[in-house]
């Protein structure tokens, strides 16, 4: 058992992105079939995506990491008490980043879309890309699940 679509919240305005949580749901799967381990993290949690404006996420990417600049994505993991609670974390999505990104990039937007959640549960189950060795881990996973979903490698 994953996440259930049902223990999945989206709030804000997704600015003309277009998925479900039921999509989210099937994405984390995939994740959870690459990666076995990471099911007895994120099983029967609750995960929060908001999607916020530039403003909004520059704000809380001040707030919460000291940068003063907006970016595409913030993860929050839950603290113990959260956890207690069946909370995996928060995520906050930056819509209009992502659109921009992806014309910069040449990339459809729901394929970034898709990998930068994935991106954000790995970052919710304790992953991180703060030395080259972890780095290159978290991005092994991410690649071999989007290929998974028949997304190309982002990297």
Known sequence: MTILESNIF??????GLDFSRKNISLWIHSLV???ESINELISGKELNLSFVSRAEIQDLNRRFLNKDKPTNVLSFPSSVEDSSQNLL?????CP???KSESLEQGKPELDHL?????HSVLHLVGYDHQ????????????IKVLKKLGIANPY
């Open 96 to 98: 209009d980043i992502i």
């Open 114 to 118: 898709i990998h930068l959640i994935i």
């Open 89 to 93: 974390g928060d995520i906050a999505i």
């Open 33 to 35: 079939t690459v990666e």
């Open 10 to 15: 989206i709030t804000g305005n997704l600015e």
């Open 131 to 142: 030395d080259k060795k972890s780095e290159m881990d978290m991005e092994a996973i991410e």
